[in-house]
């Protein structure tokens, strides 16, 4: 006499298969959500863009030293200064920008939205 269909003990074995797949992979969902969440707060790109901004204040530094060496003072206002480059610097981060103080001929990076970054 042939029988059809699954046995008590092949349900029960499926079944228990089937739970340590599902367990395996809510621990690899978790241990992943927890490195992505750990990789937003350490936000190393940020930090290099961050380091390519400042980079590029930089550069703007070196080039108002060079006119201030050349005239004898310091560019009279913020446009002259963009004027010294050959175009405007592009930030990596969106909405960073540059302050300038004539009197000193210092320059400051300006975060808008450090999130943004």
């Known amino acids: 006499m042939s029988q059809r269909g699954f046995g008590f003990i092949e349900i029960v074995i499926v079944m ?5 797949a599902g367990f395996l992979l809510m621990q690899y969902f978790s241990s992943t959500a927890k ?7 350490d936000r190393p790109l940020a930090r290099t863009k961050l380091a390519a901004d400042q980079a590029t204040l930089t550069s703007v530094q070196g080039l108002v030293r ?4 050349e005239k004898g ?4 206002d ?3 200064v963009l004027g010294l480059l050959a175009s405007a610097p592009r ?10 103080e004539a009197a000193t001929g210092a320059l ?9 970054c």
Not at 16 to 20: F, I, L, P, Y
Not at 108 to 116: E, Q, W
């Open 108 to 116: 400051s990076l300006t975060i808008t939205d450090d999130a943004r």
């Open 91 to 100: 930030f990596q981060c969106p909405g960073n920008d540059f302050e300038y």
């Open 73 to 76: 003072q310091w560019p009279p």
């Open 35 to 41: 490195t992505v969440e750990k990789l937003q707060q």
């Open 78 to 80: 913020k446009a002259t």
């Open 16 to 20: 228990a298969v089937v739970a340590v």
């Open 66 to 69: 060079n006119y201030q060496a």
